[in-house]
């Protein structure tokens, strides 16, 4: 985050990286960035020691997936930045009477595909983060050192509660993919963002199992060609609910999925 905030040529505050921090810079002013991104949405600045009515121009970084994004100055009523994604946008701000002023970012992320890839594969991603299929894992420890580390082995069960060998269901060409996934915040941030047992939002969806991919020396094959054809007798399961978790969070994982049609019951 050492460059995350810095001045222009022009006198303008600049932000190209979020995450929480504070900065103060050659000027005096002091600007603060509260948000827990990229676990969170918003982002909020707050400029301190500026002069009082004098105006100040910030420029903020739109991600390039956030096309719904809105922004509120010293919260009034946001209005629309997303045709500014993946450019800086430039804000200006006035110094009120303690020479302070704010800015809110909404990102306002929703979920989207990426791909095709290998066999016509897709992706889930909801903002900047990726999400993956959640694999059962079975820690082994293989051997223990001196310095108190350990090496593991990380399987899994050999009858997971949910299978692996899924396809998403869903329709890659739809541009509200809200109707196939569901995002849900399931508790605070916890001290290890990235943690595989306390994890703070997720993605549900619905898949079916394709019975004909399997694996090779304990590898799985390559995807399945997409969409997957279900039509044949046996050829795929019934529909079933898969959770997505942030890719930081697994050690096992699946993350370029193939996909079935919903119309194929």
């Given amino acids: 985050m050492q460059h995350a905030i810095h001045t222009t040529a022009a006198g303008a505050?600049?932000?190209?990286l979020y995450g929480p921090v504070v900065a103060t810079l050659p000027s005096g002013v002091t600007v603060t960035v509260n948000t827990d991104y990229p676990f969170d949405d918003n982002i909020l600045v707050a400029l301190a020691g500026l002069q009082v009515g004098a105006t100040q121009t910030l420029l903020l970084r739109i991600p390039s997936w956030a096309t719904t994004a809105t922004l509120s100055i010293g919260g009034g009523a946001p209005f629309p930045v997303g045709d500014a994604a993946n450019t800086m946008f430039a804000?200006?701000?006035t110094g009120d009477a303690s020479?302070?002023?704010t800015v809110t970012l909404f990102t306002n992320p929703v979920i989207r595909l990426s791909g095709p890839w290998f066999n016509g594969a897709y992706a889930v991603h909801r903002g900047p983060l990726l999400y993956t299929l959640q694999l059962q894992e079975v820690f082994a420890t293989t051997a223990v050192y001196s310095n108190v580390s350990s090496d593991y082995a990380i399987t899994m069960p050999p009858t997971p509660?949910?299978?692996?060998?899924?396809?998403?269901?869903?329709?890659?060409?739809?541009p509200d993919q809200s109707k196939y996934f569901t995002f849900s915040r399931t508790g605070p941030i916890p001290a290890v963002p990235f943690s595989s047992y306390d994890i703070p939002m997720t993605i549900t969806a619905t898949a079916r199992q394709?019975?004909?991919w399997g694996t090779t020396m304990g590898?799985?094959?390559?995807?399945?060609?997409?969409?997957v054809d279900c039509s044949a007798a046996?050829?795929?399961g019934s529909e079933i609910t898969v959770t997505l978790i942030p890719f930081g969070s697994t050690h096992l994982r699946l993350t370029e999925l193939p996909v079935v049609?919903?119309?194929?019951q």
């Fill in 13 to 16: 505050i600049a932000i190209s």
């Fill in 91 to 93: 804000v200006n701000v």
């Fill in 99 to 101: 020479g302070a002023a």
């Fill in 161 to 174: 509660s949910t299978p692996w060998n899924i396809a998403l269901v869903t329709n890659v060409t739809d």
């Fill in 210 to 212: 394709v019975n004909s």
């Fill in 219 to 227: 590898q799985p094959n390559a995807p399945p060609t997409s969409p």
């Fill in 234 to 236: 046996g050829a795929c």
């Fill in 261 to 264: 049609l919903p119309s194929q």
